[in-house]
T-cell receptor, first 113, second 108 residues
Framework: NAGVMQNPRHLVRRRGQEARLRCSPM?????VYWYRQLPEEGLKFMVY????????ESGMPKERFSAEFPKEGPSILRIQQVVRGDSAAYFC???????????FGSGTRLTVV | KNEVEQSPQNLTAQEGEFITINCSYS?????LHWLQQHPGGGIVSLFM???GKKKHGRLIATINIQEKHSSLHITASHPRDSAVYIC??????????FGTGTRLTIIP
């Protein structure tokens, strides 16, 4: 059981480019959560997805950010036209939705130059 | 408003000392989580609890529902325990609300 897999671990993008972050949940988990950790700040909720559905996106910026969790394949967090303020660690967690147990991935550290 | 507060923000102790990190929350919760994050590293879930006490090795987590308070204790602390410890809560829904973390440094 490989746990929650996030890739890439590190991603460098120039301002204006697109960033795609991937998260494969733990086997048997159909609920995925994305969290962002800005430098020297705490973790903040971004979006909660189940297969093919966005359940709660209240923490996601309205512009440039989108997320999906298709029927097949990993969940994708997409950031268009990145800016320096998007530089952060993005963590994915998954659960089976039965209780409140979560497994976290190792994160993707995005640096915008 | 759903809030989680941790104290202290930073804690430095000598190897072998007993460590306590505190967490308080504003309203009723479904579950309380303690997480560990090493510098530049991923996040590891240590405990999830909704009542009472849990123990795993040298780590103990307790929660007092009436007082809306939880503590994480580390016995016989070791330099490898140096990390950021994060308290997080489910306020009746699936998403987690996080405290700002406690940076623990154990000196040999």
């Amino acid at each position: 059981n490989a746990g929650v897999m996030q890739n890439p671990r590190h991603l460098v993008r120039r301002r204006g480019q697109e960033a795609r972050l991937r998260c494969s949940p733990m086997k048997g988990h159909s609920h995925v959560y994305w969290y962002r950790q800005l430098p020297e700040e705490g973790l903040k909720f971004m979006v909660y997805l189940q297969k093919e559905n966005i359940i709660d996106e209240s923490g996601m910026p309205k512009e440039r950010f989108s997320a999906e969790f298709p029927k097949e394949g990993p969940s994708i967090l997409r950031i268009q036209q990145v800016v320096r303020g998007d530089s952060a660690a993005y963590f994915c967690a998954s659960s089976d939705g039965v209780n409140y147990g979560y497994t976290f991935g190792s994160g993707t550290r995005l640096t915008v130059v | 408003k759903n809030e989680v507060e941790q104290s202290p923000q930073n804690l430095t102790a000598q190897e072998g000392e007993f460590i306590t990190i505190n967490c308080s929350y504003s309203v009723g919760i479904s579950a309380l989580h303690w997480l560990q994050q090493h510098p530049g590293g991923g996040i590891v879930s240590l405990f999830m609890l909704s009542s009472g006490k849990k123990k795993h090795g040298r780590l103990i987590a307790t929660i007092n529902i009436q007082e809306k308070h939880s503590s994480l204790h580390i016995t016989a602390s070791h330099p490898r325990d140096s990390a950021v410890y994060i308290c997080a809560s489910n306020f009746g829904n699936e998403k987690l609300t996080f405290g700002t973390g406690t940076r623990l440094t154990i000196i040999p």
